[in-house]
């Protein structure tokens, strides 16, 4: 039952947890792990010594050889080592992991979000201390992603102290193909732990049910960051006509026309398992005055536009565009284009939902896209609130790039 991810690629660390090398900064490099940063990027490294094998504890160095930081060694990835503590006397053995993932566990407890009927992310990679790990929890049932080698290579202890700490009904864990790829891992998707589920099961949110289906969601089956800002942004919605684009299984919509008593909803999403997923939960919850239909939002927004359409409320919340800060720039033409199409089919006073999850999208790019989207309409974008991921997606304040999702709800003049 308890799989190991792989096979020779993933070979299993020594459990001591003590470090078996030293990765040695060139010189002036030091400064970010200094200031707690998790990840040493190749191009900083001078040298290794000792003969750590990939997955290994290793200690981080400055060019003299003062310790920074201890982590676990990946040479085939640009992120050569992922820091884990910065404590010279603290070995990465099971004791830590199991301090580590207690801690992540109190603050969705204190959230009360560990309940048997509820959604949540349990453990959130970086923010928790735990780069390259994300547990999300549904109704009892776990699912894993194991996004670094770091982590794939400790995922029987891993899984072991999850089953011990949550008693799951299930673990699910999977390794992306592109998160393998520049690991240097196996892609895995795999039951790991009691009976996951094939049918889908139910997860409430507000007073909203859901299906999450465990095996063929996307991401770990829900998008559970937006759990506050669907609530939020309902709250704007009363009695209005409402376009919900990129809307996967239904969650602003439905909580539009349940929370918002929004007159009418219109969602829309490219992905017709998406959508008929999003109907049943319409049904689930006995909501009638949303209608979803499986199109390209792009190609929607040119042909309601060009019906002479009116809105009075609209969501976009539309996939990461750009995984990398090289792709930044094609990303925020595609929000500026997406955003400007949405502000046009607006009536006067409308609302605009906006987010974006591209991590390398700084909030500051998004407000400047959304400047000049105003500029380019003559329209007056006022922001009302400018949100982020829910609590149980905390934002660690040494690494920046845990602070992705960006909501930001808009009047539009
Ligand atoms: N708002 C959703 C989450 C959206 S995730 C929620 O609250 O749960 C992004 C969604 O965009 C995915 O469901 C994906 O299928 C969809 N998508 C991706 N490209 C699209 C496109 N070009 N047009 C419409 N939907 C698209």
């Not at 009892?140 to 400790?154: D, Y």
């Not at 732990?193 to 969601?217: F, M």
Request: overall charge neutral.
């Amino acid at each position: 039952m308890h799989e190991l991810p792989s096979q020779s690629m993933n070979a299993a660390p020594d459990d001591s947890g003590m470090s078996t090398g030293r990765v040695v900064l060139r010189a002036r490099k030091a400064q970010p792990f200094v200031g707690r940063h998790p990840w040493v990027f190749r191009s900083a490294i001078d040298r290794i010594e000792g003969e750590p094998r990939d997955g290994d504890v290793v200690d981080l160095v400055a060019d003299r050889g003062r310790f920074l930081a201890r982590g676990v060694l990946n040479r085939a990835s640009l992120l050569q080592v992922r820091l884990y503590t910065w404590e010279e006397s603290q070995p990465l053995d099971t004791a830590f992991w199991r301090r580590r993932l207690e801690r992540a566990l109190v603050l969705r407890r204190q959230l009360g979000l560990l309940s048997p009927t509820t959604g949540a992310r349990l453990v959130y990679s970086e923010a928790d201390g735990l780069s390259g790990l994300v547990v999300d929890w549904f109704a009892g049932h776990v699912v894993v992603q194991l996004n670094s080698r770091a982590m794939a290579v400790r995922w029987p202890v891993i899984l072991s102290l999850l089953v011990e700490l949550l008693q799951p009904l299930s673990v699910t864990y999977r390794i992306d193909k592109t998160i393998a790829k520049e690991e240097g891992i196996e892609p895995q998707h795999a039951p790991a732990y009691g009976q996951t589920p094939a049918e889908p099961i139910v997860i409430e949110e507000h007073g909203l049910r859901y299906y999450v289906d465990l095996l063929s969601g996307q991401k770990t089956g829900f998008y559970l960051d937006q759990r506050e800002n669907r609530l939020a942004a309902a709250r704007y919605m009363h009695d209005r006509r409402v376009l919900d684009l990129f809307c996967y299984t239904g969650g602003f919509a439905l909580s539009a026309a349940h929370h918002g008593s929004a007159r009418e909803v219109l969602a829309i999403d490219s992905s017709k398992k998406a959508v008929a997923a999003a109907q049943a939960n319409a049904a689930l919850n006995g909501l009638s005055n949303v209608r979803f239909e499986a199109h390209d939002a792009f190609e929607v927004l040119g042909s309601l536009q060009a019906q002479g359409e009116r809105f009075d409320a609209i969501v976009l919340d539309p996939p990461k565009f750009t995984r990398t800060r090289k792709g930044v720039v094609a990303a925020l033409q595609a929000y500026h284009r997406l955003n400007r199409h949405a502000v046009e089919l607006l009536a006067p006073g409308g609302v605009l939902v906006t987010c974006s999850c591209s991590g390398g999208v700084l909030r500051e790019d998004f407000l400047e896209m959304l400047s000049g989207v105003a500029q380019k309409t003559a329209r007056d974008v006022q922001i009302l609130e400018q949100r982020g991921a829910a609590p149980d997606h905390p934002v660690g304040a040494t690494c920046r790039e845990t602070d992705y999702l960006k909501c930001f709800i808009c009047r539009v003049n």
